[in-house]
């Protein structure tokens, strides 16, 4: 009897060692970091992406750091975007960043505070100045579907042509060789795709006609104790600098 007692005092005693982290000079013990598991698109930059097998990227940066301040272990999981939403559903993801918060979204999901804004922006061929949608009536502009822009203008310009491709690389090859007059991209993610596939065959645009803030988001119901803590970690980061500082290094390249 003395030795099964010795055996079970012995397993609480392991799973004790588990579940709990010693700090060093003795402090008292501290709960072991909860690991999340977060999906983005594998090609969105400059604010997730693939560098060397790595994620990385703006968007990257600002929930690396939240999560570091939110005592969170993160764990990124690129995907092609089509199947971003589907690693919640198949659990692979708790979570998927970077997505743009807008009303239909809204009724699927719940959203952090934003981890940095970008929006819809217009591009031209080189040389040719940035119009704004009055100045597109009956002429044709090409945007990916990857995205909410197709969406809105649809709705808001409806006397625009819109052309509707798989990708931004489709987009900006439809824009430089005349089959478009503008392109409808993502104002950060459009002029660094458009450097490494059409360089210095666009305008690039210096103004938004859509602000979007984008996001850490979980399906609707579920997860608020995530949301809470990146909610409180994204306030903590903006308040001591950090936030500006990852977005002004981003700026400066």
């Known amino acids: 009897m003395q030795v099964k007692q010795a055996i079970k005092l012995l397993a609480v005693a ?9 700090s060093p000079l003795g402090a008292a013990p501290v709960a072991a970091a909860e690991t999340v598991r977060v999906a983005h698109d594998q090609r969105f930059p400059p604010f997730a992406e693939v560098v060397d097998g790595h994620s990385a990227g703006l968007a990257v940066d600002v929930l690396k750091a939240a999560a570091t301040q939110a005592g969170l272990e993160l764990v990124l999981v690129p995907v092609p975007f089509v199947e971003v939403q589907k690693t919640l559903e198949d659990g692979r993801a708790d979570a998927i960043f970077p997505l743009a918060i807008n009303p239909e979204r809204v009724k699927l999901f719940d959203f952090s505070s934003p ?65 478009a007059d503008a392109a409808a991209l993502n104002f950060q993610a459009g002029a660094r795709i458009a450097r490494i596939v059409v360089p210095g065959k666009v305008t690039e645009p210096k103004t938004l006609f859509w602000e979007l803030p984008l996001a850490v988001a979980v399906p609707k119901g579920r997860r608020a104790d995530l949301i809470d803590k990146l909610n409180g970690a994204i306030a903590a980061i903006r308040a001591d600098g950090t936030w500006q500082k990852i977005n002004d290094a981003y700026l400066a390249q």
């Open 115 to 179: 981890l940095v804004v970008t929006g819809g922006a217009l591009f031209v061929r080189s040389g040719a100045p940035t119009p704004d949608f009055a100045a597109l009536t009956g002429k044709t502009v090409t945007t990916p579907k990857t995205g909410p822009l197709a969406e809105y203008i649809a709705k808001r310009y409806p006397d625009v042509k819109l052309l509707v491709t798989a990708n931004y690389d489709e987009s900006l090859n439809q824009l430089v060789s005349g089959q």
């Open 14 to 22: 392991l799973l004790a060692a588990l579940s709990f982290t010693r």
